[in-house]
Nanobody, 128 residues
């Protein structure tokens, strides 16, 4: 059974960099064809796809976040990480990691049919 678990600080101050890690078990993040994604849901709003890292290590990002978001991985630890710089209170959200299978054109977005496994989500608040 594939499991994903998000971890990171629950509170970040404005202008700081948010860093979250997703630890994967039951599958390798280097397995061919899979993309490892970050998705968030601000309070009272819908899901927002942020970015993903491919099995190859290539990354793709939402155009609206590309200048601030960075996804990387540690294949040895089977983890992937999201860094979001210059956070504001508008970045307050529940952050999820999830697995998708496909190609760079099909694994973007929040259609839940894209994803087969999700983490439980972690709440992050941006506040001074």
């Amino acid at each position: 059974q594939v499991q994903l678990q998000e971890s990171g600080p629950g509170l970040v101050k404005p202008s700081q960099t948010l860093s979250l890690t997703c630890t994967v078990s039951g599958a390798s993040i280097t397995w061919n064809g899979y993309y490892w994604s970050w998705i968030r849901q601000p309070p009272g709003k819908g899901l927002e796809w942020m970015g993903a890292i491919a099995y190859s290590g290539a990354t793709i990002y939402s155009p609206s976040l590309k200048s601030r978001a960075s996804v990387s991985r540690d294949a040895f630890r089977n983890q992937f990480t999201l860094q979001l710089s210059s956070v504001t209170p508008e970045d307050t959200a529940v952050y999820y990691c999830a697995r998708a299978r496909g190609n760079p054109y099909t694994v973007v977005g929040v259609d839940q049919r894209i994803y087969d496994f999700w983490g439980q989500g972690t709440q992050v608040a941006v506040s001074s």
